[in-house]
């Protein structure tokens, strides 16, 4: 192949041209500054995080108020965003994002934390409520109300005892749940790559499936 074709299919793969597939947007939602790092309210950051390192997609710029990245996965275009706004503003970011690659919600994917999921336990799921979730709020805000866009649900359990949620979701997981948490951030990025393969339907029934039997064994574990 001459330096040339070797130019024309870099090209080819960095640039989201007409004659590619529609892009999928992929956004973490989060806090951004060291403070926050390493919360339970930052697994969706994490997540991106986790999937962008794996398929060697670099987050280097600033778009639409969020820090932006965009490759190929399997000749699949991907953006990758997490907002710069703080959570409960995030909306503010994700819905230009969408507006400005014009793409349809049901190739928007949230990745956001869940206390109503045992910590480490996953769901994927193509649409629903905000669930008192500031964040997921906001987003359906700047969407016009819309709540039809995929999401990834990144369990981080409940507070023990009478602990205020709001406490609980922005200190550091401990031993036993960081490890939960990296093991989820690793099924994660399969799910994400079995999205992208075979579109949300088909790829969310088997994995809803696994981890439900994940919620059974782990909901009686103490973290």
């Excluded at 947007?25 to 806090?31: A, D, I, K, P, T």
């Excluded at 951004?32 to 398929?55: C, I, W």
Aim: hydrophobic content about 35%; some cysteine; glycine content about 8%.
């Amino acid at each position: 192949m001459s330096v040339r074709m070797m130019m024309n299919e870099v090209l080819r793969r960095r640039n989201l041209c007409t004659c590619s597939p529609q892009p999928w947007l992929f956004v973490g939602l989060g806090n951004p500054g060291d403070k926050y790092k390493g919360t339970r309210h930052n697994v969706g950051f994490e997540m991106l995080d986790a999937f962008a390192e794996s398929q060697g997609i670099h987050m280097e710029t600033v778009h639409c108020k969020a820090m932006f990245g965009k490759g190929f996965v399997n000749d699949i275009p991907v953006l990758l965003a997490k907002p710069l706004t703080y959570m409960n503003l995030s909306g503010e970011s994700t819905g230009p994002l969408a507006a400005y690659y014009k793409l349809p919600l049901n190739r928007v994917v949230v990745f956001h934390d869940d206390m109503d999921l045992p910590c480490g336990v996953l769901r994927v799921h193509p649409e629903g409520g905000h669930y008192r979730h500031n964040g997921l709020k906001s987003v359906i805000y700047h969407f016009r109300g819309n709540r039809e866009f995929p999401r990834l649900r990144i369990g981080i359990g409940r507070p023990p005892g009478q602990m205020d949620p709001k406490a609980f979701k922005l200190q550091k997981f401990n031993a036993t749940a960081r490890e939960r948490i990296d093991a989820a951030l690793r099924e994660g990025e399969h799910a994400l790559e079995q999205v992208l393969a075979k579109g949300f339907s088909e790829s969310s029934k088997c994995f809803n499936t696994m981890q439900k039997y994940k919620h059974i064994r782990l909901q009686t574990l103490p973290t």
